[in-house]
T-cell receptor, first 111, second 112 residues
Framework: SQTIHQWPATLVQPVGSPLSLECTVE??????LYWYRQAAGRGLQLLFY??????ISSEVPQNLSASRPQDRQFILSSKKLLLSDSGFYLC??????????FGQGTRLTVV | GENVEQHPSTLSVQEGDSAVIKCTYS??????FPWYKQELGKGPQLIID?????GEKKDQRIAVTLNKTAKHFSLHITETQPEDSAVYFC???????????FGTGTRLLVSP
């Protein structure tokens, strides 16, 4: 069966520090991978998606970047965090014509 | 691009009542409409979905209806229970597109 792992679950980082969130998927090949951000009490904002290794599409201009070094690995990064980067970050995967499956999320607080 | 609107933003019901959440979409090419339930501090979980070739789908106490002409779809929960309390998201996707577009969510509170 397919599983998705996302870590860490919570993270507190100072303003200006770097960020690296990692997501891996097991049990499937060539998935579409997604990073979403959810601000407190808000909906799901798509940040990046990837249809293959090295292929990244950015949905909104921001202080973040994404990379896909392996088929089932998706990384969300920042060189210098801003206060506005705080939120709940969710990784998800899907295959064509199916639903998206979400990880358990990372709650990032930038202080 | 696709735009999905969801109403209401909050919904309070008594245990045993029914709850209805409505979404509208803008892209007539959208043909897949899932609903997700998100409990506090967790990732969203798919609870039911519908494709554009059907008008209604039911799974026990949960049902989804789709009106392609009006471009809206709804989630119906009957005989609500306190454990139904959560945030519910609707979403839409068109064939050939890789991404789901989500509504803004509905916080459902079921009081005992």
């Amino acid at each position: 069966s397919q599983t998705i792992h996302q870590w860490p679950a919570t993270l507190v980082q100072p303003v200006g520090s770097p960020l690296s969130l990692e997501c891996t998927v097991e049990g499937t090949s060539n998935p579409n991978l997604y990073w979403y951000r959810q601000a407190a009490g808000r909906g799901l904002q798509l940040l990046f998606y990837s249809v293959g290794i090295g292929q990244i599409s950015s949905e909104v201009p921001q202080n973040l970047s994404a990379s896909r070094p392996q088929d089932r690995q998706f990384i969300l990064s920042s060189k210098k965090l801003l206060l506005s980067d705080s939120g709940f970050y969710l990784c998800a995967w899907s295959v064509l014509l199916s639903e998206a499956f979400f990880g358990q999320g990372t709650r990032l607080t930038v202080v | 691009g696709e735009n999905v609107e969801q109403h209401p933003s909050t919904l309070s019901v008594q245990e045993g009542d029914s709850a209805v959440i409505k979404c509208t979409y803008s892209d007539s090419a959208s043909n897949y409409f899932p609903w997700y339930k998100q409990e506090l501090g967790k990732g969203p979980q798919l609870i039911i979905d519908i494709r554009s070739n059907v008008g209604e789908k039911k799974d026990q106490r949960i049902a989804v209806t789709l009106n392609k002409t009006a471009k809206h779809f709804s989630l119906h929960i009957t005989e609500t229970q306190p454990e139904d309390s959560a945030v519910y998201f609707c979403a839409a996707r068109a064939t050939g597109f890789q991404k789901l577009v989500f509504g803004t969510g509905t916080r459902l509170l079921v009081s005992p």
